[in-house]
C-alpha cells in the first residue's frame, strides 16, 4: 500500500463546477503539500498544511490530522485549472518527501 | 528575485554513459532536493543536500550522487546509466530541512536514456 494515496485518480469537470480532490496518507506527518504540474513539468506549490485550512483566491484546502486526509476544493473551476495535482507529505526532520500519484483534471470550457 | 533554475532542460544519453545535471535554489533557501519523475507518475525523492551534505536519501542506488556547493547551488550526478533512468528531475529548494515550508520548484530536466 502507497504512503499517499490520492482520489479520484482522474477527473473531468464541467466550466464552473465545484472540485474536490482527496488525499489519505498512512503515516505520521509533520507538513502536507498541495502542488500543481502542467504539461511541461513545472510544479507550483499550491498550500503548505500542518493543521486546519487554508485558503487563496477560489482554492481551499483542509486537513484533518487525527483521519490522515486532506482535501483540495477549487471553486468555480476554470479551464485553466486543468493540470496534475499532487499531494506530498513529510514527516518532519531527518524524514524524506513522499509524493501521491497525482490526480488529473481537466476542466472543460 | 529569480526562481529555481536548473540546466539543461533537456539531455539525451545512451546507456552506460554518466550525466551531470544542475540546480540553483531560490535566492534565500540553503536547502536542495532532487527527484525522479518518470511518465505518468508522482514525483520520487533522490536526496536533500544542506551544508553542503547529503542529509535524506530516499531509495535510490548509489549510482545516484550528488553535490552541493558554498553558494547553495547542486549538482545531481547518475553514472551507467539506464533505460530506466529515463524521467523528469526536478529540483526543489525550501528554506528549511523538514519540508515545513513552501517548496519552490524548478521547471526540472528531461533525460531520455537511449
Known amino acids: 500500500k502507497n504512503e499517499v494515496e490520492q482520489s479520484p485518480q482522474n477527473l473531468t469537470a464541467q466550466e464552473g463546477e465545484f472540485i474536490t480532490i482527496n488525499c489519505s496518507y498512512s503515516v505520521g506527518i509533520s507538513a502536507l503539500h498541495w502542488l500543481q504540474q502542467h504539461p511541461g513539468g513545472g510544479i507550483v506549490s499550491l498550500f503548505m498544511l500542518s493543521s486546519g485550512k487554508k485558503k487563496h483566491g477560489r482554492l481551499i484546502a483542509t486537513i484533518n490530522i487525527q483521519e490522515k486526509h486532506s482535501s483540495l476544493h477549487i471553486t468555480a473551476s476554470h479551464p485553466r485549472d486543468s493540470a496534475v495535482y499532487i499531494c506530498?507529505?513529510?514527516?518532519?526532520?531527518?524524514?524524506?518527501?513522499?509524493f501521491g500519484k497525482g490526480i488529473t483534471l481537466s476542466v472543460r470550457p | 528575485d529569480a526562481g529555481v533554475t536548473q540546466s539543461p532542460t533537456h539531455l539525451i544519453k545512451t546507456r552506460g554513459q554518466q550525466v551531470t545535471l544542475r540546480c540553483s535554489p531560490k535566492s534565500g533557501h540553503d536547502t536542495v532536493s532532487w527527484y525522479q519523475q518518470a511518465l505518468g507518475q508522482g514525483p520520487q525523492f533522490i536526496f536533500q543536500?544542506?551544508?553542503?551534505?547529503?542529509?535524506q536519501r530516499g531509495n535510490f542506488p548509489d549510482r545516484f550522487s550528488g553535490h552541493q556547493f558554498p553558494n547553495y547551488s547542486s549538482e545531481l550526478n547518475v553514472n551507467a546509466l539506464l533505460l530506466g533512468d529515463s524521467a523528469l528531475y526536478l529540483c526543489a529548494s525550501s528554506a528549511d530541512r523538514a519540508f515545513a515550508t513552501p517548496l519552490h520548484f524548478g521547471n526540472g530536466t528531461r533525460l531520455t536514456v537511449t
Open positions: 543536500y544542506y551544508e553542503e551534505e547529503e542529509r
Open positions: 506530498a507529505v513529510s514527516g518532519g526532520a531527518n524524514s524524506k518527501l513522499t
